[in-house]
């Protein structure tokens, strides 16, 4: 059958596919080494997963919305909107406090983790026909990722999404884990079975969207129902996650675009411009990042005699999130239709 690439398979398999089976692999062959690191080196993993990649791909959705001209000129009222909506849900949420204000943002940021996986797997599955396949992939796909977070919620972990007792809001609901258990590997089960049967009746086998959906199984629940680990959560959610979008941002927005589309843009097609693009990104982050540590976190930044009171954090905070929030509404908007 006709394989759906992004780029090509050397591309995809380096910097999408490969990402949850090769950190994985790096979990389960280093672990005490790993635990060394975060032991004695969280400031470099925090600065390495945290600010150059888990926040870098945050602002490579730059690169498909507010660089490009035309783009932003056609959809101005969305791309203003967004921001603004963002702002204004920050400063409502903060006013019933800084828990539910987390607890929300944290909702969101795992439905936008959630929704990216299925879009790479639908991404993949652009040249398939509709019908029982698809709904067994999207089934399987949500499986892999909604039920480690069920687990997450009714089971207590070493790790938080951003803040401790974001989900503490559940402990009421009643312990639903051996249900959701069962069908979650029943549903593996049957996709499993319906991958073969497709393999052997029909010779077809989707190779990068079987890809993403095993990877997203592998990465979601070793990160979190198997592991209980701050870092190996870190590498196996940041990386899976942070790379693949990345590197999608780019193969789409400027490789596969020609110059006279990119105009300005075109610089980034050559070698330097990859540098410089992965530099710009590293630079927003760095510096979104140093504004968070320096007026609100204070774990691995601060100025000596410079405290913000907690008063103004309620501005500070929403203001802080709008790029992060942004770019989680608006992929709800971005990647649709993307048929090529």
Same mark, same amino acid.
């Given at each position: ?64 919305? @507010? /660089? ?7 959809? #101005?009222?969305? +791309?203003?909107? &967004?921001?603004?909506? =963002? ?96 069908? @979650? /590997? ?7 079975? #319906?991958?073969? +049967?497709?393999? &052997?009746?029909?010779? =077809? ?136």
């Amino acid at each position: 059958m006709r394989q759906s690439w992004i780029h090509n398979a050397k591309t995809d398999w380096r910097f999408i596919l490969s990402p949850p089976f090769l950190v994985l692999a790096v979990v389960i062959l280093f672990q005490s080494q790993i635990q060394n690191l975060e032991n004695h080196y969280s400031f470099y993993t925090w600065l390495i997963l945290i600010v150059f990649v888990d926040v870098a791909h945050v602002y490579s959705t730059l690169f498909k919305t @507010y /660089f490009i001209k035309d783009e932003f000129q056609k959809r #101005k009222l969305l +791309y203003l909107g &967004i921001p603004a909506i =963002s702002l204004i849900l920050g400063l409502i949420f903060y006013q019933f406090g800084s828990l539910f204000f987390w607890s929300g943002l944290a909702l969101v940021a795992v439905f936008h983790f959630v929704r990216q996986q299925y879009g790479f797997m639908r991404l993949y599955a652009r040249f398939e026909a509709r019908g029982f396949s698809k709904f067994w992939d999207g089934l399987a796909i949500y499986s892999a990722t909604i039920f480690p977070m069920l687990y997450w919620i009714k089971t207590p972990r070493a790790f938080n999404w951003f803040v401790e007792n974001e989900f503490s809001w559940t402990s009421s609901i009643p312990n639903y884990v051996p249900v959701i258990t069962v069908i @979650y /590997f029943v549903i593996l089960a049957i996709w499993i079975l #319906k991958t073969v +049967y497709f393999f &052997i009746n029909e010779k =077809s086998f989707n190779i990068p969207k079987n890809a993403i959906i095993v990877g997203t199984y592998l990465s979601w629940y070793f990160g979190i129902v198997y592991f209980n680990n701050d870092l190996i959560f870190t590498l196996l959610n940041v990386i899976s996650h942070g790379i693949p979008y990345i590197a999608l941002i780019y193969i789409r927005e400027i490789e596969q675009k020609d110059n006279s589309s990119l105009k300005k843009l075109s610089i980034f097609k050559t070698s330097f411009g990859i540098f410089l693009f992965v530099l710009i990104l590293l630079g927003f982050a760095f510096f979104e990042e140093l504004m968070w540590e320096v007026l609100v976190w204070r774990e691995h930044f601060s100025i000596q005699n410079f405290e913000v009171s907690i008063s103004w954090q309620q501005f500070l905070v929403p203001l802080l999130v709008v790029p992060q929030l942004t770019h989680y509404l608006l992929d709800g908007f971005i990647w649709r239709n993307q048929k090529k």
